[in-house]
């Protein structure tokens, strides 16, 4: 037996030994996620989607065994916080709680667009949201049907109010007065806080809202909510009915929607990392009772299908935003 040659072997082997070793370290030292994750929401802190936000990022947090941080990036309909995520490395650490507002009705209203909603991200999932919802004050007509055929006896009597030219909200009731064929003139305001007391005031007849921020109205009897703009009626309301039911348009549909977006060419691995912890997160007992108890549903798509989803949301509205004609600087 030649000693040398046996010390060389079991150095051979120590060092191999210890190059598995450190990869192994290596390669668990790296499993994604690693480190805190930063969630941007293009929105202000305390309105409807940054309640989402935390929600949801609260339960992504457990899910993930990592903190989730919410990053107010405000401004432009949520276009700066959606430009700073595509500007991001795209290694699954900064996300973006994407909407209806900056994924789909962006694009269509912008005379500079910033980004590409379809190019610029990687879905991960669709993960709910609310109904529009049509509210009339005590003033107004009491039923859908009553209001459209006011608005049609009385040219410009009635008004609208909405959060703002070209919000979810505003655009989803032009589409309502397109499918009706009638005419309100509409009032716009400075986001929803503003339309309820111009509303319960009789400055306008009728607002729209989502369904989480005008039930509240509803249930204690100073507005009453004349339809929800969903396919079925909500067991938070089941006297409200859907437009369908209360106007006869079928397939008429306004879901102000949030998702989860990351930049554009994050790994696969990590995509499927946080699929798998959007699902968990919202089959959370905790999480469920949360949104229920502000009227949001939750719809939970996978990557693949949360992009189509995206993608039927352009198509939807963009015949929409252009026959009114909304652009956004």
Same mark, same amino acid.
């Given at each position: 037996m030649n000693p040398l040659g046996t010390l060389q072997g079991l150095a051979r082997i120590a060092a191999t030994a210890v190059c598995i070793g450190a990869?192994?370290?290596?390669?668990?030292?790296?499993?994604?996620? +690693?480190?805190? =994750?930063?969630?941007?929401?293009?929105?202000?802190?305390?309105?409807?989607?940054?309640?989402?936000?935390? =929600?949801f990022g609260n339960g992504l947090s457990?899910?993930?065994?990592?903190?989730?941080? =919410?990053?107010?990036?405000?401004?432009?309909?949520?276009?700066?916080?959606?430009?700073?995520?595509k500007r991001s490395a795209p290694d699954g650490y900064t996300l973006l709680f994407g909407t209806a507002t900056n994924m789909a009705l962006y694009n269509l209203m912008a005379r500079t667009p910033q980004y590409d909603s379809l190019k610029d991200f990687t879905t991960v999932s669709v993960i709910g949201g609310s109904a529009v919802v049509i509210v009339a004050n005590k003033s107004a007509p009491q039923t859908l049907k009553a209001l459209v055929e006011m608005a049609r006896a009385q040219p410009g009597k009635l008004r609208y109010g909405s959060?703002?030219?070209?919000?979810?909200?505003?655009?989803?009731?032009?589409?309502?007065?397109?499918?009706?064929?009638?005419?309100?003139?509409?009032?716009?305001?400075?986001?929803?806080?503003?339309?309820?007391? +111009?509303?319960?005031?009789?400055?306008?007849?009728?607002?729209?809202?989502?369904?989480?921020?005008?039930?509240?109205?509803?249930?204690?009897?100073?507005?009453?909510?004349?339809?929800?703009?969903?396919?079925?009626?909500?067991?938070?309301?089941?006297?409200?009915?859907?437009?369908?039911?209360?106007?006869? =348009?079928?397939?008429?549909? +306004?879901?102000?929607?949030?998702?989860?977006?990351?930049?554009?060419?994050?790994?696969?691995a990590v995509i499927d990392v946080l699929a798998a912890a959007t699902a968990k997160t919202?089959?959370?007992?905790?999480?469920?009772?949360?949104?229920?108890?502000?009227?949001?549903?939750?719809?939970?798509?996978?990557?693949?299908?949360?992009?189509?989803?995206?993608?039927s949301e352009i198509t939807k509205w963009k015949p929409v935003v252009e026959a009114t004609g909304v652009k956004i600087d």
């Open positions: 990869s192994t370290m290596a390669l668990a030292q790296t499993a994604y996620p +690693a480190k805190p =994750i930063r969630l941007v929401v293009g929105f202000s802190p305390g309105g409807p989607t940054d309640i989402h936000a935390r =929600i457990k899910a993930l065994n990592q903190p989730v941080l =919410i990053d107010n990036k405000a401004g432009a309909a949520g276009a700066i916080g959606s430009v700073e995520v959060a703002g030219h070209g919000t979810f909200v505003q655009l989803s009731m032009e589409r309502f007065l397109r499918e009706a064929g009638i005419n309100i003139e509409h009032i716009p305001y400075k986001g929803s806080g503003q339309v309820k007391p +111009a509303l319960l005031g009789g400055q306008v007849d009728v607002m729209t809202d989502t369904f989480s921020s005008g039930l509240a109205l509803h249930q204690v009897g100073q507005a009453k909510i004349l339809a929800i703009a969903a396919a079925e009626r909500s067991p938070l309301a089941p006297d409200v009915p859907t437009v369908n039911e209360a106007l006869g =348009i079928k397939d008429f549909e +306004a879901i102000l929607w949030n998702g989860l977006v990351a930049p554009a060419g994050t790994p696969k919202l089959k959370d007992p905790s999480v469920q009772e949360q949104l229920s108890k502000l009227a949001m549903e939750s719809m939970d798509t996978t990557p693949a299908a949360a992009l189509e989803y995206i993608k």
